[in-house]
T-cell receptor
Framework: KAGVTQTPRYLIKTRGQQVTLSCSPI?????VSWYQQTPGQGLQFLFE???????NKGNFPGRFSGRQFSNSRSEMNVSTLELGDSALYLC????????????FGQGTRLTVV | GQNIDQPTEMTATEGAIVQINCTYQ??????LFWYQQHAGEAPTFLSY????GLEEKGRFSSFLSRSKGYSYLLLKELQMKDSASYLC????????????FGDGTTLTVKP
């Protein structure tokens, strides 16, 4: 069974640009969550999608947005990039249920210059 | 909201036992997870606790006390490959599907 796939793995963008990251969850998983990971801040929750609906949202500015498609694939978009957006962006998928563990993708390493 | 605290770094010797603590405050507890993350890799699931007590899984065990808002991950017979970051994550019942992660504990295992 294929794991969670994130594309691209690495990305370099300049300030002011926008970027779209993609996540394909494990087959059958309808919950997809996005996290930002930086050395100083740990794993910060961005948002969670379930059945094409945003179910939870973290404390990030409106420049960060996402969506989920009918096949559960998800994208996140960051507009007007800032230097501080440089981070590893991780996507995790899970089955529904409080005991369901999250399966993480390898992440997209975004560098803003 | 949720607040999760873990030690930033720990060092232990190969073959020894180490306990990594996690304390949390949450408005509605709905489970606690431990993940392992090696440098440059994705976090991987280690354990899940929702009821008080100890869950054992091979060399790794996880304990939970809901009344104290406290959990620990116990690693026995440490191996060099156990050097990694260990993340405590709490799921709350007011936001289905949302897990809040601690900043992680970087464990270094020395020969």
């Amino acid at each position: 069974k294929a794991g969670v796939t994130q594309t691209p793995r690495y990305l370099i963008k300049t300030r002011g640009q926008q970027v779209t990251l993609s996540c394909s969850p494990i087959s059958g998983h309808r919950s997809v969550s996005w996290y930002q990971q930086t050395p100083g801040q740990g794993l910060q929750f961005l948002f969670e999608y379930f059945s094409e609906t945003q179910r939870n949202k973290g404390n990030f500015p409106g420049r960060f947005s996402g969506r989920q498609f009918s096949n559960s694939r998800s994208e996140m978009n960051v507009s007007t990039l800032e230097l501080g957006d440089s981070a590893l962006y991780l996507c995790a998928s899970s089955l529904e249920g409080s005991s369901a563990e999250a399966f993480f993708g390898q992440g997209t390493r975004l560098t803003v210059v | 909201g949720q607040n999760i605290d873990q030690p930033t770094e720990m060092t232990a010797t190969e073959g020894a036992i180490v306990q990594i603590n996690c304390t949390y405050q949450t408005s509605g507890f709905n489970g606690l997870f431990w993940y392992q993350q090696h440098a440059g890799e994705a976090p991987t699931f280690l354990s899940y606790n929702v009821l008080d007590g100890l869950e054992e899984k091979g060399r790794f065990s996880s304990f939970l006390s809901r009344s104290k808002g406290y959990s620990y991950l116990l690693l026995k017979e440490l191996q060099m490959k156990d050097s990694a970051s260990y993340l405590c994550a709490v799921r709350d019942n007011t936001n289905a599907g949302k897990s809040t992660f601690g900043d992680g504990t970087t464990l270094t295992v020395k020969p």
